[in-house]
């Protein structure tokens, strides 16, 4: 299967839209534009358990190789605590709440006056 290039914000939709099929928790999406050459956005969100975690993170890689030929850098995943997906224009990281909120991604790519964008 081919890649089907998508623009970086619809890619961020359809990742959304996965994350919110399989009830991920407290998603929040950052704008990495003019702030990082690594990707235009980033996605962080929870999942209750270390199975769900692996879960989300399965699902979300399988429907972009399926529905869009893209293929995903997945790391982390034999752990189940956090994994993080590069999706090449998106960054995806999919924590235990614990884990989240240990390493508080969010307060170092938010500066004190951007506000994180719920999904």
């Given at each position: 299967m081919s890649e089907t290039r998508l623009q970086p914000d619809a890619?961020?939709?359809?990742?959304?839209k996965s994350l919110d099929d399989d009830q991920a928790q407290?998603?929040?999406q950052i704008d990495l534009r003019g702030k990082s050459e690594m990707a235009d956005f980033m996605v962080?969100?929870?999942g209750r358990s270390s199975r769900q975690v692996a879960s989300?993170?399965?699902?979300?890689?399988?429907?972009?190789?399926?529905d869009f030929g893209r293929l995903c850098k997945v790391e982390g995943k034999d752990g189940g605590d956090w994994v993080?997906?590069?999706?090449g224009d998106?960054?995806?990281?999919?924590f235990r709440p614990e884990v989240r909120e240990f390493y508080q991604?969010?307060?170092?790519?938010l500066g004190p006056t951007d506000a994180p964008g719920r999904a």
């Open positions: 890619l961020l939709a359809e990742i959304l407290e998603v929040v962080i969100c929870s989300i993170s399965d699902k979300l890689v399988d429907r972009l190789k399926h993080l997906i590069d999706t998106v960054i995806v990281h999919v991604l969010e307060k170092m790519w």
